[in-house]
């Protein structure tokens, strides 16, 4: 139910981002889900269980640039408005609960300028961003 809200909510936003929850679901199948797994739940010590991370990183500092800096969103073949239109998929598919009600959509623009800088201390990077939230650690 909350997943459909947050949807509802993406698509009536002032800073409209339509989200294709068909063609999002398609591109994470496609690029994410082997090593995501359909449902979000990664692999324990491998993959993060994003159904609990993401959507709590976007109430730390930096996680919102987090999300799409890591490495498998920033450097994936997606364009930027496919990824921007993923990530907002994600959130609302494994993590609606978790996502800050002021929360504003990606957009295509932001999603391209964040992406140009993909992290390169991964780890480091997470753990910060984990901390401030409680989230546990993967690695
Ligand atoms: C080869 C395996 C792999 C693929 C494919 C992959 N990821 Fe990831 N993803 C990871 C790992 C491992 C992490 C933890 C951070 C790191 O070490 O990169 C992660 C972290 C993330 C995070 C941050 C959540 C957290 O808890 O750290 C997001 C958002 C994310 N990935 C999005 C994506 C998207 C979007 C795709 C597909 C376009 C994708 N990933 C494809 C392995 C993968």
């Not at 889900?33 to 692999?43: E, F, I, K, R, V």
């Not at 498998?72 to 009600?101: Q, Y």
């Not at 959509?105 to 992290?119: D, H, I, Q």
Request: net charge negative.
């Amino acid at each position: 139910m909350a997943r459909w809200l947050f949807l509802a909510a993406l698509l009536i936003h002032p800073a409209a981002f339509a989200v294709d929850a068909v063609r999002a679901r398609s591109n994470y199948m496609v690029n994410c889900q082997g090593c995501h797994l359909p449902d979000g739940s990664g692999y324990p010590g491998k993959v993060p269980d994003i159904r609990h991370s993401m959507g709590r990183f976007l109430a730390a500092d930096g996680g919102r640039e987090f999300l799409v800096r890591v490495p498998g969103a920033a450097i994936s073949v997606l364009d930027d408005e496919r990824l921007a239109e993923l990530l907002n998929w994600m959130l609302a598919e494994f993590c609606a609960t978790d996502v800050p009600s002021d929360f504003v959509a990606y957009g295509t623009t932001e999603v391209g300028l964040l992406r140009l800088r993909p992290l390169i201390d991964v780890q480091g990077a997470r753990s910060a961003v984990a901390a401030q939230v409680g989230v546990p650690a993967i690695y």
